[in-house]
C-alpha cells in the first residue's frame, strides 16, 4: 500500500495577483506538492511553475501538463532543464496529447497523436540526460544532432510524467515515461485500472487529480464538491467512470438533465463520495489511503468554492 503525497492544484482561473500567495499559502500548510495547470488561453506551465518555485523555498511543482505538440520538443527540454538546474529536485514534468479540439484550433493536433507523444517523451528525457539525439528518417519528432549545453543539463533530472487517459495511451506511459498524471475523478476503481493498463516494469508515480471539499458537516462538503463535477459524464470522462458501478446510471442521470448544473444537483451523495475527495477530514483521509491502496502517489486536491485560496486551510486539515 502506497501512502500518497498530498499535492494541491493552483486553478487555471486563479487571478494573477493571486498566484503566487497561493503557492505560498499551500506551502505554509504544509503541502508536499503544488501543480499548475496549462489550458488554452489561460497560463503558460513553465512560466507558472518558474514563478510558484522562485517564491517558495520547499514545495515540489508539477506542471500538468503541457500538450507535447504545442512545444518543439527541444525548445521544451530548455525549459525544463532551465527548471531543474534553479530548483534540482522540486519539478516534475507532465506532457500529454492535449485536448484534441484545443490542439487542432491552433494547427497542432499531430497525424499519429499516439506515435507523436511517444517518440516526443523518449527525446525528451534523452535531451535531459544530456544526450545528443537524432530521429530516424520519418519519425514524428524531427531532431538532427540536438542536445542541451553541458552547462543546462540538470543535476536532477526530473521526472517526466504523461497526462493520459485511454489504454494506448496508458500503456504508451509505462514504455517511455516515469509515471502518469491523472485527470480528476480519481475514484480507486479508475485508479487500479489505470495503473493495470500502464504496466510498467517498475511502480510508476501516479498523480491523481480529485475535485475536494473538506468540512465538518459532510453534507456541506458534499454540496460544494458537487459545483466541481458538472462536466462528469461528458465523453472525455468515460474511462474515468467506466470501471465505477453506477457507470451506466450516472450516463443515463447526464442524458435527461437539461444542464450540466442540474445534473450536478442531482449526483446522489455516495456516487459524489466516490467521484470527488469530499466530506469531513476523517472521510477524505480514508478516501485518500484508498486511492493509495489503489496505486496512487501523489493525491492532488482541487479547491473548490469561490475564494481557491481560503479553500486551501479547510484542505489542509487532512495532513
Known sequence: MTTPSLGVLLPRDLPADRVLEHARRAEALGFDELWVVEDLGFRGGAAQAAAVLAATERI?????????????????????????????????????????????????????PLTYLEEYTVALRALLRGETVTTAPGAAVVLDGVALDPSSVPDVVPDVLLGVRGPRSLAAAGRVAQGVVLAEPCAPAYVRAAVAQVAAPTPPRVVAYDVAAVDDDEARALALARTGLTWIGEPDWVPHVAPLPFAADLAALRARCASPEEFAAALPDAWVRELALAGTPADVRERIAARGAAGATTCVLFPTGPDPVAALESLARVR
Open 60 to 112: 515540489h511543482v508539477g506542471i500538468g501538463i503541457v500538450p507535447a505538440a504545442s512545444r518543439d520538443v527541444a525548445f521544451a527540454a530548455m525549459d525544463a532543464a532551465t527548471l531543474a538546474r534553479l530548483f534540482p529536485g522540486r519539478v516534475t514534468f507532465g506532457i500529454g496529447h492535449g485536448m484534441p479540439d484545443w490542439m487542432r484550433s491552433v494547427g497542432r493536433w499531430p497525424a499519429r
